[in-house]
């Protein structure tokens, strides 16, 4: 790196971010703490409040573990493969290589129909598992939620520690719970004064991985089949070791407690693989629950991991960009503020690891615990908008480093050059066979997307070389795929395809227009790339570029693709993701926009989209675009008619019938109100609604 682009670069830190102190960050956050308690005559909780540290989380329910209800325990690396059926056909025979469908017949990964019982078992594995459950007894029996009153319970969001308080047989229990910022492990106090010592247990439970439920949520695992799995313990004078072993899968979980607790045992409960403790001469225990792939030498204390996890959120909060909304009087403003400060908190905790989240996080599954690469601009790219570049780069670019010869071999086996980037995948980067995992294509720009938004704020040579392999491989592959048209002169995106909205026919599917705007967006990145680092743009990459098909239109708006002209009196087409709105809201405008056309089409887009069954980033998605035309009203509306509960939770929905939480939806959140507060390229600054008085520090150049 230069030293002029290294000061270039530090310059615009020191000038888009004028004075960090002149909020009091802490102060904002800890207004927005999630509480729960029995004023609301509610136990049952559908949404657990969560500790963790983006690889691993622990969903607790209202006494502060998984006492009443079994929620889950979930890591990036807790994965599982059931047994195949019988078979002798190898990995790449389950897989047709041609649509039927398309002329000419056309390169995929879908399932052929006489194989499908071996193609539904790759998509079903890996799963995620659930590592375990960890919750109180009282005199060795379960507790129910009409066993305690008198609930209450806070999550400190600058800390990172539940606080939880019950009552039970008329005495009061507390419980605090909290995740190591470094390792998979959870430390928890449990105070219990009026009780009598010993009657209060805590319980370690551990069931086998559900293999056939695509959406298994909000509870994980079947605890009633002890003979399919094997858990086996050593223990010493203040800790225990218990091996997990689910088939092919191992792992460990240590528990150790407090030397200070006298003759504290582990012990099997007949039959199962519960495993309990209870403290015979003391009515307070701490303790930690630390898992690991391997068996770790070394497991933290309470208090040093209490003391961990209080400065990696203090420091969290005070990384990067901020807003604070608290003076504005409009309710609005507050509940924004709320939804900005819980989603930043729980994408931290399911959305910042090595690998990309799937898009429940770490609190359930879908699609069996696998991410899909389409989703990964609205998991993390808020992490570059909001300058928590230490959570981003745990996973970008280097997700891309991992797949890039698995993706290479993909496009080559096509047909293609470069690198075809997957969808469902998992973490060694397999993607799933099925029709819309084979033929969705707009998953392929985004690396232009995060490495455009990261040269915007480090315009170096270390930047440009970093990224250069990832996006050189992938502009190949999207040169070599539009197929040219002889007749028009123009390079078609060519059926069979899917658009962003899954809901058109893929054989019939050609030249979709935010598919072909994002494709444009990619291309001339990668042509700036090039300039930047003074090497000739290829020709092939410039030709297509310049002749890709025009955005389709008729009657006066965008469509979603030719031969679409009466899309808008389709049910079926209007609705889903309205992603016709993301050519200028989440894309800058394509020199080719015509923004009379645009202006039409958002305008058909409210009066006759099918909002009941919209969901998820569909909100964020519009809000962008509002702020970018100057609706910054509309925006913080849209934001607010996104489904988020108490604890910031995003709802789910759509037509698969999505679980909550979908937490695209928050990324998408914090994207959106990262235009509100730092604008973008063309036209920094704030875009807030009239007569709010939001401040804002920290904010780079968006796209």
Request: net charge neutral.
């Amino acid at each position: 790196m230069s030293w002029l682009a290294w000061y270039v670069g530090a310059l615009w830190l020191v000038l888009t971010a004028p004075c960090f102190a002149a909020i009091d960050r802490l102060q904002v956050v800890d207004k927005f703490n999630p509480q729960r308690n029995s004023t609301a005559n509610k136990t049952d909780w559908e949404t657990p409040l969560q500790v963790g540290n983006g690889n691993f989380a622990f969903n607790a329910d209202i006494t502060g573990l998984q006492t009443i209800k079994p929620f889950n325990t979930l890591s990036v690396w807790g994965w599982h493969n059931s047994t195949p059926p019988p078979t002798d056909i190898i990995l790449q025979r389950t897989n047709r290589t041609s649509w039927p469908e398309a002329e000419p017949p056309t390169p995929l990964s879908d399932p052929e129909p006489e194989k499908i019982t071996y193609s539904e078992w790759q998509r079903r594995n890996p799963h995620r598992i659930n590592l375990g459950r960890v919750g109180l007894l009282y005199n060795g029996k379960e507790i129910a939620a009409q066993d305690i009153s008198e609930t209450k319970q806070r999550l400190n969001l600058s800390s990172g520690v539940i606080a939880s308080a019950f009552t039970l047989d008329n005495s009061s229990v507390e419980v605090e719970t909290m995740a190591s910022p470094s390792l998979d492990a959870l430390a928890f106090r449990i105070q219990a004064e009026s009780l009598e010592p010993g009657n209060l247990s805590v319980f370690l439970d551990f069931p086998y991985p559900v293999t056939n439920k695509k959406f298994e949520a909000p509870y994980m695992g079947n605890y009633r089949v002890p003979d399919k799995h094997t858990t086996t313990i050593k223990q010493w004078s203040s800790r225990a070791e218990l091996k997990r072993q689910i088939d092919g899968t191992t792992y460990f979980v240590n528990v150790a407690w407090d030397t200070g607790t006298p003759n504290t045992k582990i012990r099997r409960v007949s039959g199962s693989h519960r495993f309990m403790f209870n403290t015979t001469s003391a009515t307070q225990v701490n303790f930690v629950v630390h898992y690991s792939r391997s068996s770790p030498g070394f497991t933290p204390g309470f208090e040093a991991i209490k003391r961990d996890s209080k400065w990696f959120w203090q420091n969290y909060w005070k990384d990067g960009a901020f807003i604070d909304c608290t003076s504005t009087a409009d309710p609005k403003a507050q509940e924004l503020q709320r939804r900005i400060i819980q989603s930043q908190y729980l994408l931290a905790v399911n959305s910042a690891g090595t690998d990309p989240p799937q898009e429940s996080g770490l609190v359930n599954n879908g699609w069996y615990g696998k991410f899909h690469m389409e989703m990964v601009f609205w998991h993390l790219a808020h992490w570059e908008r909001w300058g928590k570049w230490e959570r981003l780069g745990t996973v970008i670019p280097s997700i891309y480093n991992r797949f890039l010869n698995s993706s290479v071999v993909r496009a080559t086996s096509q047909g293609y050059e470069g690198a075809r980037w997957g969808k469902m995948s998992d973490s060694e980067g397999v993607s799933s066979p099925g029709e819309v995992n084979s033929l969705l294509i707009w998953q392929q720009p985004h690396p232009f997307y995060f490495a455009e938004l990261e040269y915007s704020v480090f315009p170096t040579q270390h930047t440009l070389q970093k990224w250069h392999p990832i996006l050189e491989a992938t502009s190949r592959f999207m040169v070599s795929f539009p197929r040219y048209n002889s007749e028009t002169k123009v390079y078609d995106l060519a059926p069979p395809i899917h658009i962003v909205s899954e809901n058109t026919r893929p054989n019939m599917t050609k030249n979709p227009t935010f598919e072909l705007a994002y494709w444009r967006f990619g291309l001339q990145t990668m042509s700036s790339w090039y300039t930047r680092q003074s090497i000739p743009v290829p020709s092939k990459l410039t030709e297509v570029y310049e002749n890709l098909a025009p955005f389709p239109h008729a009657n006066g708006t965008y469509i979603h693709s030719e031969n679409l002209a009466g899309m808008w009196t389709d049910p079926r087409l209007t609705s889903n993701h309205p992603a016709l709105a993301g050519i200028f809201g989440m894309l800058p405008p394509d020199p080719r926009l015509n923004y009379t056309l645009f202006t039409s089409t958002m305008a058909h887009i409210y009066e006759r989209w099918n909002f009941t069954g919209a969901y998820g980033w569909d909100y964020a998605l519009l809000a962008m675009t509002a702020v970018r035309m100057g609706d910054s009203q509309r925006a913080v509306d849209l934001l607010l008619d996104m489904g988020m509960d108490d604890a910031g939770y995003p709802a789910g929905g759509g037509r698969s019938g999505v679980p909550a939480p979908y937490f695209p939806s928050s990324g998408g959140l914090l994207l959106a109100s990262a235009m509100l507060a730092g604008g973008w390229r063309e036209l920094g600054g704030r875009h807030w609604p009239k007569g709010w008085t939001c401040e804002a520090e920290g904010f780079g150049p968006g796209i």
